[in-house]
C-alpha cells in the first residue's frame, strides 16, 4: 500500500526547531522563519550538542555572515513560492530586495558567489517542485497551476517543468495517474 503524504515544509522545520531546543533546555525566541533569537549564552559544549541533535534532520547552525544572508534568501523564495498566504504581486526581485533590506544586484552576485547558481534557477527550481507537489497532491489542471505560480502561460510552464525534470507536466500528470491506479488495483487485491 502507498500512502501520500501532504506538509508543510515551514510547518516541519519549526517543530524540529522548538522541540530539539527544548529538548536541550535551550531558552529561544522565534524571530522568524529558520531564525531563532537565544536568550542566553550558549557554551561551545551546548551548541556542539545542540547542533548535533539538529544534525539528524539536515538542519545546520549558520555562522557565517554571507551564510546567513544566503539562507535568508533562500528561505524568503521558499516561503514566497510554497505559502499560499504570501501573494506576491510584483517581480520576485523586488520582492527579494524588499524583503531582505538589499539591493537584488547584492543579493543576486551573493547568491551566485555562494551557491554557484543564480537565483533565477533557485525560483524555477522551487517552482517546478512546488508544481511536482500540485499535481501529485491535488487536482489541479496545468493552467490552474500555472496560475497559482505566477506563469505567464502554460506554455512557460510546460517549457521550464521539461527544462528541469526532463519531462513535460502532463507526462508527469500521466505518470502519478497511473500510479494512482496500479496502487489502487493492488490495494484492492
Same mark, same amino acid.
Given at each position: 500500500?502507498?500512502?501520500?503524504?501532504?506538509?508543510?515544509?515551514?510547518?516541519?522545520?519549526?517543530?524540529?526547531?522548538?522541540?530539539?531546543?527544548?529538548?536541550?533546555? %535551550?531558552?529561544?525566541?522565534?524571530?522568524?522563519? !529558520?531564525?531563532?533569537? =537565544?536568550?542566553?549564552?550558549?557554551?561551545?559544549?551546548?551548541?556542539?550538542?545542540?547542533?548535533?541533535?539538529?544534525?539528524?534532520?539536515?538542519?545546520?547552525?549558520?555562522?557565517?555572515?554571507?551564510?546567513?544572508? *544566503?539562507?535568508?534568501?533562500?528561505?524568503?523564495?521558499?516561503?514566497? =513560492?510554497?505559502? $499560499?498566504?504570501? =501573494? *506576491?504581486?510584483?517581480?520576485?526581485?523586488?520582492?527579494?530586495?524588499?524583503?531582505? !533590506?538589499?539591493?537584488? !544586484?547584492?543579493?543576486? /552576485?551573493?547568491?551566485?558567489?555562494?551557491?554557484?547558481?543564480?537565483? $533565477?534557477?533557485?525560483?524555477?527550481?522551487?517552482?517546478? $517542485?512546488?508544481?511536482?507537489?500540485?499535481?501529485?497532491?491535488?487536482?489541479?489542471?496545468?493552467?490552474?497551476?500555472?496560475?497559482?505560480?505566477?506563469?505567464?502561460? *502554460?506554455?512557460?510552464?510546460?517549457?521550464?517543468?521539461? /527544462?528541469?525534470? !526532463?519531462?513535460?507536466?502532463?507526462?508527469?500528470?500521466?505518470? %502519478?495517474?497511473?500510479?494512482? $491506479?496500479? /496502487?489502487?488495483? /493492488?490495494?484492492?487485491?
Amino acid at each position: 500500500m502507498t500512502l501520500f503524504f501532504k506538509f508543510d515544509f515551514n510547518a516541519i522545520c519549526q517543530i524540529v526547531l522548538e522541540q530539539t531546543l527544548k529538548d536541550n533546555d %535551550i531558552k529561544y525566541k522565534h524571530v522568524g522563519f !529558520g531564525e531563532i533569537e =537565544v536568550l542566553e549564552k550558549l557554551t561551545t559544549d551546548k551548541q556542539a550538542t545542540l547542533q548535533f541533535a539538529l544534525d539528524k534532520y539536515q538542519i545546520e547552525i549558520v555562522e557565517n555572515q554571507k551564510s546567513i544572508l *544566503v539562507q535568508k534568501i533562500k528561505d524568503t523564495i521558499i516561503d514566497m =513560492v510554497f505559502n $499560499e498566504d504570501t =501573494v *506576491v504581486n510584483v517581480k520576485s526581485s523586488v520582492y527579494l530586495a524588499d524583503t531582505l !533590506g538589499h539591493s537584488y !544586484g547584492y543579493l543576486s /552576485n551573493l547568491f551566485s558567489e555562494v551557491t554557484y547558481t543564480s537565483i $533565477e534557477n533557485f525560483i524555477i527550481l522551487q517552482k517546478i $517542485e512546488y508544481a511536482k507537489q500540485l499535481v501529485i497532491k491535488q487536482d489541479l489542471s496545468l493552467t490552474e497551476i500555472a496560475f497559482r505560480l505566477n506563469y505567464s502561460s *502554460v506554455a512557460h510552464l510546460s517549457t521550464q517543468f521539461k /527544462n528541469t525534470t !526532463g519531462i513535460t507536466p502532463s507526462a508527469f500528470q500521466r505518470i %502519478i495517474a497511473k500510479r494512482r $491506479e496500479f /496502487n489502487q488495483q /493492488n490495494n484492492q487485491e
